[in-house]
């Protein structure tokens, strides 16, 4: 059982109501996680708002976070400081008087705006010599095994011991919206399979998609391919070698990639954001691993199963890397879409007998 009443984190001060600004990651999937740090500030601090730095592009996942009381939507530029940026997001940052700010970040980029806004206590760990920016510097990032509690720490007290558990992310979506978006898209009431074929980084990406789509659709079961404007390739092998039962929802809204997951009977995703999305958003959801490592990487929330190259343990298992420099691809490729298959039918047997 995972909830705040196990996790061992004290309640503080419940008439402290100054506002809390968390600077998180923004890829995706870490954006997603970082729900969970959210968990932490709120049970220390039941009456502090928690507001959360978001992109356009994850913004329509703050609307469905238990906890977040806002998202400050603006977007940086990724390759450069933009001074002129950062100062009118500091001006931004001082309108709602924030008076702490967690940056989970590691950059001297991530933590000036804080800075500049004059926020009073500026947590984060020491990187990039951010002395005076960070002004409640923490030490030994580096000895904590898993991103998830290299962020999570943040929101404890300086020296305070790791729980036993940390709260998952959740990520709540209302049933009449799901009911609405499915109509919208013509998408029947029955159950359906959600595929996220995409990734960061080609090493992640399992080879069969369209194979295990037409297998799914020759049992009678609809299949979503699920994504952004850089899977719609791959949309389009999955859904011509799928059929009619196969649709391809990808596109530009994230809105639409959380909709469908929560509207999904099972989702099946690579070690990406959307199945980090599912498994928030309590979907029973099947993440395959083959160059990343599921201890590491795979949500707080558990999966309904962790797929993995099975045959053998390869040597260069887990590489960590974006794009495969030996052994051919194999933990991806020796990955047959049948055992896939097999598993999402015993995972939707499972639900079925609840």
Not at 62 to 87: H, I, K, T
Not at 195 to 206: D, I
Not at 300 to 318: E, I, M, R
Request: net charge positive.
């Amino acid at each position: 059982m995972n909830n705040d009443s196990v996790i061992g984190i004290e309640t503080q001060d419940a008439s402290d109501t100054r506002p809390i600004l968390v600077i998180p990651y923004v890829w995706i999937g870490d954006f997603v996680r970082g729900q969970t740090v959210v968990r932490v500030l709120r049970k220390r601090w039941p009456n502090r708002p928690v507001d959360l730095l978001v992109t356009k592009l994850c913004a329509p996942l703050v609307d469905y976070m238990p906890g977040v009381r806002a998202g400050v939507v603006f977007d940086l530029p990724r390759s450069r400081l933009a001074l002129a940026q950062q100062w009118a997001l500091a001006a931004e940052f001082r309108k709602r008087n924030y008076a702490t700010a967690l940056v989970l970040p590691r950059t001297w980029k991530a933590a000036l705006a804080p800075a500049l806004a004059g926020i009073p206590e500026r947590i984060g760990f020491f990187g990039e010599a951010r002395f005076g920016l960070i002004n409640a510097m923490r030490w030994g990032e580096r000895r904590l095994p898993r991103f998830i509690d290299k962020n999570a720490v943040l929101a404890l007290p300086d020296g305070a011991p790791r729980p036993p558990e940390w709260p998952v992310p959740q990520l709540k979506v209302p049933a009449d919206e799901i009911a609405k978006w499915r109509q919208a898209n013509g998408l029947g009431s029955g159950p359906a399979i959600a595929l996220g074929p995409g990734s960061v980084g080609e090493s992640k990406r399992w080879t069969y998609y369209p194979e295990a789509a037409r297998q799914f659709a020759e049992r009678g079961l609809d299949v979503w391919v699920v994504g952004g404007p850089g899977e719609k390739a791959l949309a389009q092998q999955i859904t011509a070698a799928g059929g009619p039962r196969v649709r391809d929802l990808t596109g530009t809204d994230l809105r639409n990639g959380v909709l469908a997951m929560a509207a999904a009977s099972v989702a099946i995703s690579n070690d990406s954001g959307l199945m980090h999305i599912a498994a928030a958003i309590g979907t029973p959801t099947m993440g395959i691993f083959g160059p990343t490592s599921p201890y590491l990487w795979a949500p707080l929330n558990g999966l309904a199963a962790t797929v993995l190259q099975t045959k053998s343990k390869l040597p260069c298992q887990p590489c960590q890397r974006t794009v495969c420099t030996m052994n051919d691809h194999r933990c991806m490729r020796d990955l047959a879409a049948e055992e896939v298959v097999g598993i999402a039918q015993r995972v939707l047997a499972q639900i079925s007998e609840r």
